[in-house]
């Protein structure tokens, strides 16, 4: 009985605490280096952010073609691809964003996000401690419209103002 209430006690007292604030800046911190990455032609630093296998997905749309990639590699190439039309010596500014929406999980995330060019969903992971986005979605709604026209948050389809404030949530449903 000593032997079984031990056993218990381990077990439950090193299971590490879900903490949503921290795992909230974490998201945000790994959302931030791999735009800062992306921004700055830094394979290095943006794949470091991104999961490295078969399974990550990166959509894109505009108002004149969508491009679908699966797999790390394939996006990697990609993004290569796109770089080499970069002046490498232009000077490019830090990429800011809104959190629209964030949904954490101890191992797993969504989280909306609104730059200057679009809106974008990423689904992200934690794998090893470390979050990693596992699958983004671009839509360049600057392709779509003027500057003066578009979503200011607006209402959201239960008629709330979607005032851009971060509404995650802890919840653990099994994820």
Same mark, same amino acid.
């Not at 797993?108 to 974008?120: F, K, L, M, N, R």
């Not at 979050?131 to 607006?154: A, M, P, R």
């Given at each position: 009985?000593?032997?079984?209430?031990?056993?218990?006690?381990?077990?439950?007292?090193?299971?590490?605490?879900?903490?949503? !604030?921290?795992?909230?800046?974490?998201?945000?911190?790994?959302?931030?280096?791999?735009?800062?990455?992306?921004?700055?032609?830094?394979?290095?630093?943006?794949?470091?952010?991104?999961?490295?296998?078969?399974?990550?997905?990166?959509?894109?749309?505009?108002?004149?073609?969508?491009?679908?990639?699966?797999?790390?590699?394939?996006?990697?190439?990609?993004?290569? #691809?796109?770089?080499?039309?970069?002046?490498?010596?232009?000077?490019?500014?830090?990429? !800011?964003?809104?959190?629209?929406?964030?949904?954490?999980?101890?191992?797993?995330?969504?989280?909306?996000?609104?730059?200057?060019?679009?809106?974008?969903?990423?689904?992200? !992971?934690?794998?090893?401690?470390?979050?990693?986005?596992?699958?983004?979605?671009?839509?360049?709604?600057?392709?779509?419209?003027?500057?003066?026209?578009?979503?200011?948050? &607006? #209402?959201?389809?239960? &008629?709330?103002?979607?005032?851009? #404030?971060?509404?995650? #949530? !802890?919840?653990?449903?099994?994820?």
């Amino acid at each position: 009985m000593i032997l079984l209430t031990a056993l218990l006690l381990t077990g439950t007292s090193c299971k590490e605490a879900f903490d949503i !604030e921290r795992e909230k800046a974490a998201i945000i911190a790994v959302i931030q280096d791999e735009k800062d990455g992306y921004t700055n032609m830094d394979m290095d630093q943006w794949s470091r952010n991104v999961l490295q296998d078969s399974s990550y997905t990166w959509l894109a749309a505009s108002s004149e073609t969508y491009i679908f990639n699966h797999g790390f590699s394939k996006q990697a190439d990609q993004t290569r #691809e796109f770089w080499s039309g970069w002046d490498p010596d232009e000077t490019r500014s830090k990429l !800011e964003f809104k959190v629209l929406e964030m949904k954490v999980y101890p191992r797993t995330a969504w989280v909306v996000i609104q730059p200057d060019h679009g809106i974008e969903t990423l689904f992200l !992971e934690k794998i090893e401690g470390n979050w990693v986005i596992s699958g983004q979605t671009v839509i360049l709604t600057s392709s779509f419209q003027d500057d003066d026209e578009g979503d200011d948050g &607006g #209402e959201d389809d239960d &008629g709330e103002d979607n005032d851009g #404030e971060d509404n995650a #949530e !802890e919840e653990d449903n099994g994820e």
